[in-house]
């Protein structure tokens, strides 16, 4: 069974930069698309989560709006391995990051941004 599991959740204040990790097991496909969702506090139960930044298979890499510029994902297909640099933090970024591979999540991590 597919396991993920996220690091690097921690409190910054504005304008700080955070470094995210998440390994998967060894059974990861690495043909499936890995990144990072998120979901940010007081969001009713079954809220979807909002998408951080996909890496696909290929290099390909599709970034929210609003992340753009600020975050950077990376990909180490020899590890499992997905990355999520993030810069410039702002209080609304606020949230429970969580990685995804193909159909499968982590546990998450929290960040939380405050001065």
């Known amino acids: 069974q597919v396991q993920l599991v996220e690091s690097g959740g921690d409190s910054v204040q504005p304008g700080g930069s955070l470094r995210l990790s998440c390994v998967g097991s060894?059974?990861?496909?690495?043909?499936?698309?890995m990144g990072w969702y998120r979901q940010a506090p007081g969001k009713a139960l079954g809220t979807q989560r909002e998408?951080?930044?996909?890496?696909?298979?290929?290099?390909?890499?599709i970034y929210a709006g609003t992340m753009k510029g600020r975050f950077t994902i990376s990909r180490d297909f020899a590890k499992n391995a997905v990355y999520l640099e993030m810069s410039s933090l702002k209080v609304k970024d606020t949230a429970v990051y969580y990685c995804?591979?193909?159909?499968?999540w982590g546990q998450g991590t929290q960040v939380t941004v405050s001065s």
């Open positions: 995804k591979e193909g159909g499968h």
């Open positions: 998408l951080v930044a996909v890496m696909q298979s290929g290099g390909m890499r």
């Open positions: 060894s059974d990861i496909v690495n043909s499936d698309d």
